[in-house]
C-alpha cells in the first residue's frame, strides 16, 4: 500500500513539471512576438555611407548632419527611446535617429532616415 501511494506522488510532480515547462514555453513565445513588433526601438547601428537624413518624415530635402570631427560613425534609436521618450519607429517605413560621431552626437538632431537606410548599417548594440 505504502508503494501504491509513492508512485501517485511522483506522477503528480511529474504532472507538475510539465505544465511549468509548458508554461514557460507560452511566456517565452509571447516574449518573442512583442519583441518583433518593435524591432529598432533600441538599436544602435553603424552609418552606411550614402543614407540620406530628413527633418521630417516622408522625404522631401535631405538634410546634412552637424557632426563633431571624425564623421558619422553610429546611429541611434535608442537615444530617442531613452532619452526622448518615444518610439523611434512610430511611423511605417521611417526610423528616428540620433547621429553619433567619432567624438560626441549631433546637438541639431534627432533626425529621420527609411528604415531601409537604418537598416543597411551593421547591429552594434542596444
Known sequence: MCGSNLSK???VVVMR???SSVVVQVVGVLGLLVSLQRPLLSQVV???PGANFYSAPGGGMSVSPEVPSGGIGMLSASGVGNRLGRDPHRINGWVEVFVVGGRGGD???????TEKDF??????GI
Open 9 to 11: 506522488r511522483v506522477v
Open 46 to 48: 553603424t552609418y552606411c
Open 119 to 124: 537598416r543597411c548599417g551593421k547591429f552594434l
Open 17 to 19: 513539471q510539465a505544465v
Open 107 to 113: 546637438p541639431k538632431g534627432p533626425y529621420w532616415m
